[in-house]
């Protein structure tokens, strides 16, 4: 089976919503408690928040057999908001697919530089894309402390 990379869609919130919320519970479980993945993911997807999210968002999606399986989302100047793949389809090469077309879409646009702000989960895929760790950070979500990495990446000289 082939996967599809194609602009991200605002109809594509309410499968985003599922993808975020599976990608942070399942994928994430061994990085962090289930305190902070309760936190983090919310108490159950939200196509409606999703679609409020999303509005006016660039990003690209990966489609395999008509459903969406990823997402990542850029802005004009290089954030990297939301980067996720289904856990059903993690190591797959879905994440490398879907980043190749946002790196793309970023060197066209002639952006120098790539930030986001990258889970303990998410770390090992963006230093494997050369990306460096500025810092390690400490957000509160929902009154629990997380960690997270704010990373960069240089796409000019």
């Known amino acids: 089976m082939s996967v599809m990379i194609r602009p991200l869609e605002i ?37 409606e928040g999703w679609t409020k999210n999303l509005d006016g968002m660039t990003g690209f999606v990966a489609i395999k057999e008509g459903a969406v399986i990823g997402f990542m989302t850029i802005d004009m100047e290089g954030y990297i908001k939301f980067a996720f793949v289904s856990p059903f389809e993690s190591r797959k090469g879905v994440a490398t697919t879907i980043y190749n077309a946002l790196l793309n879409w970023a060197i066209e646009r002639n952006i120098p530089s790539l930030s986001s702000d990258i889970s303990l989960a998410a ?25 997270n990495f704010h990373m960069t990446k240089t796409l000019t000289a």
């Open 123 to 147: 770390r090992p895929f963006f230093l494997r894309q050369d990306w460096q760790v500025v810092r390690q950070q400490a957000p509160v979500c929902r009154g629990i402390t997380l960690t």
């Open 11 to 47: 109809s594509d919130a309410p499968q985003c919503a599922q993808i975020y919320y599976d990608a942070i519970l399942i994928g994430a479980k061994e990085y962090y408690t289930t305190e902070q993945l309760n936190a983090w993911a919310g108490p159950h997807p939200n196509p």
